[in-house]
């Protein structure tokens, strides 16, 4: 019994501090599904990364806050509803995730598991031989709680989304991936260095300050 209202207060104090989180107020005002959105903004306005007719890849998507800031941003003169603007797209989003996401107009979706050879290919065969302008990846794994055991599933994902950058990517392109501090962080930075002329790390105000996550931000591949 003492567990379980111990989980309760946890839970009610969760809720309590995620209602009164002034960017899931501001994403409910302004349509996105998740405050995610605004990590992604923020990345964007400090690096001048995305402007209309790109060829954007968004990985981990679901449940869509990054895709409806790339829509928007691919229209920003059009009003939207529901966090995506409407009519016209300038440019090309295509989204992958392993659970499945509302449809936001002019965004490709592909639901599917990005380790799966099957469905990388499904996400090269939608490029249809178009280089790519940035690829954002906000994927994560399922963790576990083991150390040593979650930093090697998220440096999985970190070295895919890696490896399809450098097929993909143009070579003046960017890469935004989700990383976590603790162990195997080193590793990814110098990988992102041994890959990329600039390397940025970067933790968006809108990520919780007692969250270990953070962003690596590649720009200008080394090999093209």
């Not at 790109?54 to 928007?72: E, K």
Request: charged residues 25%; hydrophobic residues 40%.
């Amino acid at each position: 019994m003492k567990i379980k209202t111990k989980s309760k207060k946890v839970n009610k104090a969760w809720l309590a501090d995620h209602m009164n989180d002034p960017y899931v107020r501001l994403a409910q005002r302004e349509g996105y599904r998740a405050r995610a959105a605004y990590k992604l903004k923020e990345i964007d306005e400090s690096l001048k990364l995305l402007r209309p007719g790109q060829v954007v890849v968004d990985l981990g998507a679901t449940p869509g806050a990054w895709s409806q800031y790339l829509r928007r941003k691919f229209a920003p003169k059009e009003a939207g509803v529901g966090g995506a603007a409407v009519g016209e797209l300038n440019g090309t989003i295509i989204a992958l995730d392993v659970l499945p996401m509302e449809p936001i107009e002019g965004v490709r979706f592909i639901e599917g598991d990005f380790r799966e050879d099957a469905v990388m290919q499904q996400l090269v065969d939608a490029l249809g031989g178009q280089p790519v302008d940035v690829v954002v990846s906000d994927m994560a794994p399922n963790l576990s709680g083991i150390e040593s055991s979650d930093a090697a599933r998220i440096a999985h994902l970190v070295e895919l989304a890696m490896e399809f950058a450098n097929k993909h990517l143009r070579p003046e392109g960017a890469l935004v991936c989700k990383v976590f501090h603790g162990s195997g962080y080193s590793q990814l930075v110098e990988m992102f260095k041994r890959n990329f002329r600039v390397v940025k790390p970067i933790k968006p105000k809108a990520s919780r300050d007692r969250s270990a996550e953070t962003f690596l931000v590649g720009l200008g591949l080394k090999n093209r």
